[in-house]
């Protein structure tokens, strides 16, 4: 990250008030001498980060609504103490970090300090049963694909990943993996971290399917620049469903040799050109003029939004008692099912007779949330903060946990199954 060296604030409003005084005929001098006042020097690096910190410690306690409901204010302060003394011997990364992990130490999972990602490392991996593994990669480095990550620098995967999920709150280890998942690509925050000596070069060890491992060097490169290698192209038929149409909030497919009808939800939120409302009526719509046998919800995928929007659903829902039985609605859920997601996962649970597959939900029934955020000036940190607690239930259940456990392996998928799917669709086939 290169700071802006930025000047103090001069006293622009001088010349404005002479002006709307009607004095600046007789004042001609007085500007004159103004030219004589010196330029306060601009800030060095070490007062910008300063600034920053102090910013920090004095305004995210004043917005959040309830900052310090796990972590102690003296702590809080403590952190941004120790790290105001060591600005100096610490590189711009690591300060960074550092922040960051004070923001993470509050343990909101919706409040957190972020930058805009401007390089990144080509390189997506996803997580699996049997570990994490390339999905995505820049084409130049195609061969790398369905590898599994073992390495990052000299650090073991087990170690590396320890040290990412400290720059973020997570509150369930679902979620931790979806966001270091985000941050493995992150040349600042892996360099940040200590894991690489330096941010120009990411360095990877990867192992094939054989067992031989290989060390590979991405460069790091501008996010506009960045083009994609999928193992698993979205376009696809051969990719499982589920994997499909991720830009769209919301989308169905009907499965004639099962009877079944599946619906990815992929975001909580409106769809300018498709209202939910009228998503959901023609869900109901074909529903009624087609053989549906099982109801497939998909939340896998869904981090959030606004639960409210799936009411309509849920009370149409209620007038179709052919469907709304066990053995008959299934919702998919797992560790990116977060937030207003997980919400409404409670919510099928609750209101409804859905058998809930899959793994567990990225966050528990009761929650802060609905966030606002506000920039730090000097290094344009982005500081997300939580203004309203969620509150579903007596007391707080960590996550929601599925009736039925389905944990994919990376061979499945990358072979282009969908083992949740598949377990729904022979159920009480036996």
Request: glycine letters at 6%; a neutral charge.
């Amino acid at each position: 990250m290169n700071l802006p060296i930025r000047n103090a604030i001069k006293p622009r409003w001088i010349i404005p008030f002479l002006c709307f005084s009607g004095w600046l005929c007789l004042v001609t001098g007085s500007i004159q001498a103004q030219t004589d006042i010196p330029e306060a020097a601009p800030l060095s690096r070490d007062e910008q980060w300063r600034q920053d910190v102090q910013l920090l410690r004095q305004e995210l306690p004043k917005r959040h609504l309830n900052l310090f409901f796990h972590l102690k204010k003296d702590e809080f302060e403590k952190r941004l103490a120790e790290l105001d003394i060591q600005i100096p011997k610490l590189n711009d990364h690591e300060i960074t970090v550092e922040l960051m992990r004070a923001v993470a130490a509050v343990h909101d999972s919706h409040t957190s300090l972020n930058f805009p990602p401007r390089r990144v490392y080509p390189l997506g991996a996803s997580w699996f049963q049997d570990g994490l593994f390339v999905a995505a990669i820049a084409p130049e480095y195609k061969q790398h694909l369905g590898a599994r990550v073992v390495k990052i620098g000299n650090t073991s995967l087990e170690q590396a990943y320890e040290k990412i999920c400290t720059v973020f709150a997570s509150e369930t280890p679902g979620w931790a993996r979806v966001k270091s998942q985000l941050i493995l690509n992150s040349p600042e925050i892996l360099h940040g971290l200590r894991l690489l000596p330096d941010a120009e070069t990411g360095t990877f060890t990867l192992e094939d399917k054989t067992g031989k491992q290989t060390v590979v060097n991405l460069p790091s490169i501008p996010v506009e620049k960045l083009k994609w290698e999928y193992l698993l192209d979205p376009a696809q038929p051969t990719t499982p469903l589920y994997l499909r149409k991720s830009d769209q909030n919301y989308w169905f497919e009907y499965l004639p040799e099962s009877k079944t009808f599946f619906i990815k939800y992929n975001r909580c939120r409106e769809t300018p050109e498709l209202p939910f409302a009228t998503f959901n009526q023609q869900v109901w719509d074909f529903i009624a003029s087609h053989p549906v046998e099982k109801l497939v919800f998909d939340l896998r995928h869904n981090s959030g939004g606004n639960s409210a929007i799936m009411q309509p659903f849920f009370e149409a829902l209620q007038k179709h008692g052919n469907l709304n039985r066990k053995g008959h609605l299934f919702v998919i859920i797992g560790g990116r099912t977060f937030s207003s997601g997980s919400m409404n996962a409670f919510q099928f649970r609750e209101w409804t007779k859905a058998i809930l597959v899959g793994q567990p939900t990225g966050m528990g029934t009761n929650h802060y949330g609905e966030t606002k955020d506000f920039k730090l000036p000097h290094s344009a940190l982005n500081v997300t903060y939580s203004t309203r607690f969620f509150k579903q239930t007596k007391e707080d259940i960590t996550f929601i946990q599925p009736e039925i456990l389905v944990q994919p392996t990376s061979t499945e998928v990358f072979s282009g199954h969908d083992p949740v799917l598949e377990a729904i669709l022979k159920y009480g086939t036996r």
